[in-house]
């Protein structure tokens, strides 16, 4: 399955909310250096969705707001 995921790098909270069936948005505290918010938002959506974070993956968006994510 795949979402897509905007993200909201150096928050004052850590929040996951659904928009709809393939959309959510991620607020996470980390800022955007060395991939830390990425880091958070695959941990984030791991406890969200209760999937293994090894069976997420960012596929497109590495560098930017908006990612597309792949769940296994």
């Given amino acids: ?3 897509k995921v905007k993200v909201k790098p ?3 909270r850590n929040e996951v909310k659904k928009i709809d069936q393939y959309t959510y948005e991620v607020k996470v ?3 955007p ?5 990425n880091e958070k938002v ?3 959506l791991s406890d969200y ?3 293994p ?3 997420i993956k960012i596929v497109k968006g590495l560098s ?7 769940i296994e």
């Fill in 53 to 55: 974070k090894s069976k």
């Fill in 49 to 51: 969705l209760n999937v």
């Fill in 1 to 3: 399955m795949r979402i």
């Fill in 29 to 31: 505290t980390a800022v």
């Fill in 33 to 37: 250096e060395k991939g830390k918010a």
């Fill in 64 to 70: 930017t707001r908006e990612k597309e994510v792949e």
């Fill in 42 to 44: 695959i941990e984030l």
């Fill in 10 to 12: 150096g928050a004052s």
